[in-house]
RNA sequence: GCGGAUAUGGCGGAAUUGGUAGACGCGCUAGCUUCAGGUGCUAGUGUUCACAAGACGUGGGGGUUCGAGUCCCUCUAUCCGCACCA
């Protein structure tokens, strides 16, 4: 049969779906002991369509679970949608077509095209977070969550659009603006919900360590949660009340200046009250935009009638109000000690503040010993710290600050998980009853992209009972962050269809870990601290064990064309639909992994590749073509001529190479390019070899099931046409057979002072003397030898190099 | 500015523990087959001088070593992340 993916694939595509075969066990179906492996990629936004990022992802997932499933162990690999969003709503307002009816169509779409690829994902567990049975789950957990404390609510500002009545998230503000309707966006606070994740910001950072993760995903993530050890200090004022400071360098406290305090501080607010001038300065650093803040680090004070007074001199310091102090980080207030800080020192400088100096140190920004420092001078700066603690009482402590905030969850909108709280009159804010959900979106609201959020509109949502006092109340309107979502659903896979609980601990703890982890580096820091946050209050709820969900991370590089990112504004999208209506789902597969190192970005410049992939399938389907089938025993190894012992040693080393690749390297390229080495092996087995049809007939065999993985189609035709009976998908992975890793003979190379000068071929049992004796005697070598000392030789382990060092 | 990474032919890349640099593919060149080719096959393809042997060669410079793409120091360039974090 020749090479015709169009017509095969979807053939072999339904064997697959009617065996199943992708169907991942129940925990009580395995085995004691059994091997578990669990292929997760990261859950896919039902947009529309599959682009190429999606065809990396996804064959990268697959090749490593087909792979693992052939090597006998259990495989998870599960997909679902991750399908509440902004997207989904906006196209009801454009359209007026609910964002249900929209989302199904896109899955259903998006399914179709993952399915053309062959990737073996287990579809009866097919999950989707905008079903009520996947997001009352979230309420639940909300539930649970609000029980232990991790659920509090405060007031955080958000972008809101007067003419719209409505919050607007980041990324639809331009330049202040909607960038839908160019209505100017203001910021407003509003009381919200949050998560507590600082509570493990100590935990979060310190399992990173432990992590097989990528470099800079660990140190994205470190500075996202931004630990940093210092001291905090209560300074008074001097018409009473409290300023506290956090500070990294107590011992530099005789050398500050000035406090700045954020225009935002409390303190400053106040003074402002009765201080226009200060007033119009703090209006003034609010009026500059996020976007300029950012780019401009010019610094600005204003200083105020106020002033603290020093704790151990009792020296007056001048209070200003600066636009270089963050509200969000510390305290909001920071004691200015300009000769040992760079910024306090550029600040202390425009505003002509002394800058004494209390630390003697090699940089004037390092620890030393401390000088002009009243009792404390000459302490190193370490003890000086604890010495100042201590003097210090109850106004100082030593403590830790983090940059890592607590999640706002709440959004005013529509098409997202109602937050199950109910606003009570007499009661308050009262927790819905575990057993009145889900708390289902309501039918009864029109998308109309003006005014509040549809929910507020909803009379059949709003009414309620309060579940504490049984009096009508209003069920809360906001949704949550769609991050919630994104946060548990490796779970729910596990046991996607439970009614009582999430996910039944069995399931959980049979299969997690998950072993890879596969997605793209935009979710770096947010989705993928957040997962690990609820994996940490699901240990602790005792719903799931272990510390961390994602053993293994890979995040796959981006595909690129000409240089930049494939979209639809640059109408640069090479779709891969069209890719395999020409050249078949195989060809593309071979293509992403062999094109570049996963975590490299790969530039689809043409169809060049993808030509060479499918000129590879072609000529592996005719050699398989031409080979008679033959069922004659392989003969043992002193009966086969040189170049059939050749083929099989390079068959042999090849299974033991890709092996290693997939198994523990994780290195896929390699896989492809070891694939068509041995290909180019079995091209050069001569026409009359004497066991041809055994040789070959037990090399492709092996070959095919080799390339099941990555080529899993023109596998499943090749294993039928070698006579095998089954899928190929189900047969195991070859084991290398150690009597043909080893030629007979072996090369050996001759250096003469580091450089190659000659080669000697030696029987492989050559002895350490022996490998000596040939290096030293090869003619090549000679030439450098003659008339000089021979200093030393050097044989190093492996036998495969003889270096010979000479003098003179 | 701070932090992280990367640098190998015309291109994508390989070299797993310090041991033959350039596997494999793309592209290119020549020839054959077919000549309707966006087909198939064979050979060649780091640079340079070439009959050969050789010399040079992994961003630049230095070092360790019998031996360095790999380890150390230093400089340069590119990419990514963060952005006044007290």
Redesign the pocket.
Known sequence: MPFQPLTQEPEIQRRWLESGAFRAQRSGELLPGAKTFYMLVMLPYPSGRIHMGHVRNYTLGDVTARFRRMKGYAVMHPIGWDSFGLPAENAAIKHGIHPAIWTRANIEEMKGQIQKMGISYDWDREIASFQDDYYRWNQWLFLKMWERGDVFRAMRTVNWCEELGTVLANEQVVDGKDERTGFPVTQKPLEQYFFKTTKYADELLDCLDGLDW???VK??Q???I?R?E?ARLAFDLELGGQVE??????DTLFGVTFM?L?TEHPVIEKAAETDSALKAFCDQVAA?SREE????????GHRTALSVLHPFTGEKVPVFA????????????????PAH????H??AEKYGLPIPQVIDSASEWDLGTLVNSGEFTGMKSEDAVTAMVAQLGERAGKTT???LKDWGLSRQRYWGTPIPTVHCGSCGVVPEKAENLPVRLPEDVAFTGVGPSPLKTSASFLDTPCPSCGRPARRETDTMDTFVDSSWYWLRYLDPRNTELPFAKAESDAWMPVDLYVGG??H??MHLIYARYFYKVLRDLGLASGPEPFQKLICQ?MVLKDGSKMSKSKGNIVDPDEVIS?YGADALRL?MI????IE????W?????I??????L??LT?MVEDHAHSAAQLPSRDQLSTEEKTLLIKLNQTI??LT??LE??Y?F??V??????L??AL??LPADAPHRGAVLQYALDAFVRMMSPVAPHLAEQLWSQLGQQGLCMQATWPEADPAFLEADEV?V?V?????????VTVPASATEAQRREAALACP?AQ?HLTGKEI??V?????G??V???VKG
Do not use: C, H
């Open positions: 990528p470099e800079n140190t994205m470190r500075y996202w931004g940093s210092g400071v956090f500070t990294t360098r107590l700045a954020s500059v803040r950012l780019t401009s680090d010019i610094k600005l600066a636009n270089y102090v963050l509200m969000d980080y510390g305290t909001g207030a920071v004691m200015g000690v800080d760079e910024r306090d550029e600040f600050t983090y940059k580096i935009e770096a820091t590089g020409r293509f062999f094109a570049a190192p490299k970005e790969i530039d410049t043409g169809f060049e590749g030509e060479g992939a499918s000129r590879f072609k000529r005719r033991a190479r290693d690749d523990r390297r290195q390229n390699t492809v390019s070891g694939l068509m080495e290909s180019n091209g050069d090369l190379v250096q003469v002072n580091g450089k190659v000068r000659g080669r090549e030439v200093v030393k050097v044989l190093p382990p492996g495969k190099l270096s010979i060092v």
